[in-house]
């Protein structure tokens, strides 16, 4: 079901907290006794007033536009409203609409994938006189806040690929044996095929599976299902899509190897799958072949999965993580595995966060990059291959938009449309023409005018440009680059025939 606005269409479902606040008065000390007449004044005519009403309609977040829009209602004497549109506390625009109720919209460009971004919209009753004159009651607010991440449109599983056209259609590529690319089908794809997926408002992979969220909020999956990743209540492999039981309002999803992970709009973590190192978060390691709740978890903002562990970051911008600890990657300070989540150690004011194999990439709100977790490639960034079991910033890079985790490597997004990697590049994953490892950032060769990267978990790197056309590197054994060949790519080439 989709529930689309006028103008735009509803690709990205929010996750919202309502929030309700009051602002205190001014004094009056100090003014003239024109001025403190005025103030007087006005303080009488805002008597009574309130916004009685503010909702959300809908919204939507593509290739870097978010809008939105809604209702609002005042209460009697106010006859207007002031509407003000905050993005991660940052004024952006704001309106004046007259009567006592009406509809509101907003629109801004400038935002990433996979990053998570608060809008907040703050609603102010108003009075206009028959001369025009207007006063705002600043002492009757109403205000939503809530939580935006738009899904990559591409994704990079184990040894195939995935994208998500504007049209609402999915697309797969690359090893298909347990019918990941959800055709209905156990046929390698060299080139890109249609999935049995339609209209998702998001996709993940980082294994043998895939798993999709609807605009209605339900959650699908297909591929690999030893462990009960896909949560359809059994350890059968599905070719096209099936529905996780029991499972709705949610607004993403994360796969890791053999689990799967959903974010809901009240901010609480459910997950499904392999738990055998505690990847659930459910206090056990007991297998789940259906959806559990991650216990002492909420208020969540993002989520990420990686080998037998999950990440999840809080609107407050903390990190936390469960599962499989061996490496550090939970970044607490120790190597114990945690069966329930505990807080990365240090880490503050994050806005992303991904995972690779067994290593943790958080992206700051200053642009700065912070890894942790196993090094044996070099790809936590820090010019070592040394394991480190607490955050570490990477030098030399900032300014940076997106960040992703690979199988034993990390890319990065900047706000120039360039890419860089560092890591394992045996299979020519960092994309700069080599096979060299790189234990510090290197750009990816000849390419530009990027708006999203994914890495995936055997070494194979994707990006979208701008205009929407893909374009790939690194392995290819299987078809995943869709350039159809299976030849290694030690730069980019594009995947032909497919635009976003």
């Known amino acids: 079901m989709r529930r689309d606005l006028p103008g735009f269409s509803l690709r990205f479902l929010l996750a919202g907290v309502l929030a309700l606040s009051a602002c205190d008065g001014g004094s009056e000390a100090g003014l003239s006794p024109d001025e403190a007449s005025l103030g007087t004044h006005e303080s009488a005519m805002c008597l009574g007033t309130s916004v009685s009403s503010l909702t959300l309609s809908g919204a939507s977040t593509y290739q870097g536009d978010m809008a939105g829009g809604g209702t609002w209602t005042v209460a009697y004497p106010a006859n207007a409203v002031r509407l003000e549109y905050y993005v ?13 109720s009406g509809s509101w919209s907003f629109s801004a460009a400038g935002f990433t994938c996979g990053i998570s971004n608060t809008l907040q919209v703050r609603a102010y009753p108003m009075v206009v006189d028959s001369a025009n004159n207007r006063t705002t009651c600043w002492d009757a607010p109403r205000s939503f806040s809530y939580v935006v991440i738009e899904s990559c449109p591409v994704i990079g599983g184990q040894a195939h690929s995935l994208a998500m056209k504007q049209d609402g259609s999915v697309w ?16 390698q794809r060299n080139s890109p095929v249609r999935s049995g997926m339609n209209s998702p408002s998001g996709i993940a992979s980082f294994g043998n599976h895939t798993v999709a969220v609807k605009q209605d909020g339900t959650v699908w999956a297909w591929g690999d299902n030893e462990y009960g990743e896909l949560g359809d209540g059994t350890i059968t ?19 890791g190897i053999y689990h799967s992970v959903a974010l809901k709009q009240d901010g609480t973590v459910w997950t499904w799958g392999s738990n055998t190192y505690g990847a659930l978060g459910d206090g056990t390691t007991t297998q789940r072949n259906t959806p559990v ?3 002492g978890l909420n208020n969540v903002a993002a989520i990420a999965a ?3 562990f999950t990440l999840a970051m809080k609107q407050d911008g903390t990190v936390w993580g469960w599962g499989a600890n061996y490496f550090g990657q939970l970044g607490n300070g120790t190597t114990t595995d945690r069966l329930t989540p ?19 990439v958080a992206l700051k709100r200053d642009g700065t990059v912070w890894t942790w977790g196993y090094n044996g490639y070099g790809q936590l960034g820090d010019g070592t291959a040394t394991a480190r079991y607490l ?18 490597y990390t890319a990065v997004l900047k706000q120039d449309g360039t890419v860089w ?16 490892q790189r234990r510090t950032p290197v750009q990816v060769s000849g390419l530009g005018n990027i708006t999203a990267i994914t890495a995936g978990c055997n070494g194979t790197t994707l990006a979208v440009k701008q205009g929407g056309t893909v374009w790939a590197w690194g392995w290819n054994a299987y078809g995943q680059i869709g350039d159809g060949t299976t030849t290694e790519r030690l730069s980019p080439v594009q995947v032909p025939g497919l635009s976003l």
Do not use: C
């Not at 039981?245 to 607004?251: A, H, R, S, T, Y």
């Not at 990697?421 to 096979?435: A, I, P």
């Open 342 to 360: 505990v807080q990365v150690s240090g880490l503050s004011g994050v806005r992303g966060i991904s995972t690779g194999h067994a290593h943790s």
């Open 391 to 408: 955050p570490v910033n990477v030098p030399g890079i900032s300014g940076v938009k997106l960040a992703v985790g690979g199988y034993y």
């Open 293 to 295: 709740q991650v216990v």
């Open 421 to 436: 990697g560092w890591g394992d590049n045996y299979m020519g994953q960092l994309g700069d023409g080599t096979k060299t």
């Open 88 to 100: 991660d506390g940052a004024l952006r625009s704001s309106d004046e609409r007259t009567g006592s």
């Open 237 to 255: 492999h599905r070719y096209t899509p099936v529905q996780v039981v029991g499972l709705d309002n949610v607004i993403t999803v994360a796969a």
């Open 172 to 187: 797969g590529w690359g090893a298909n044996f347990f019918g990941q690319l959800g055709d209905g089908t156990v046929t």
């Open 306 to 308: 990686g080998f037998h």
